[in-house]
């Protein structure tokens, strides 16, 4: 399995960044798609998941400004970010894993975007 992100940048605060990943290989179609993301110093953090049923979960710190979203046919997962913040800086990693009670367990991991937000 690869996933392959893209989207990052540099960005002022109040702006906007659209993240995108896409999963090729053997992919479960019930996987749940995610983002990710580790600030300099910090331990990886939640950002945002989203089930094969449309069913998304969102970190506190980004809930009413980051939306997620998943083309299930085509196996990829979008992070569309508004109003961002300088503490919102940090490497963006997109995952794909099993679901909570899956038989079946894996864990995948991107390579990693590194989002910038100016003050």
């Known amino acids: 399995v690869q996933l392959q992100a893209s989207g990052g940048g540099l960005v002022q605060t109040g702006g906007s960044l659209r993240l995108s990943c896409a999963a090729s290989?053997?992919?479960?179609?019930?996987?749940?798609m995610g983002w990710y993301r580790q600030a300099p110093g910090k331990q990886r953090e939640l950002v945002a998941t989203v089930t094969s049923g449309g069913t998304t979960d969102y970190s506190d710190s980004v809930k009413d400004r980051f939306t997620i979203s998943r083309h299930n046919r085509r196996y990829t997962v979008d992070l569309q970010m508004d109003s961002l913040k300088p503490e919102d800086t940090a490497v963006y990693y997109c995952n794909v894993r099993s679901p909570r009670f899956s038989y079946v367990k894996y864990n995948y991991w991107g390579q990693g975007t590194l989002v910038t937000v100016s003050s």
């Open positions: 290989g053997n992919i479960f179609s019930n996987s749940v």
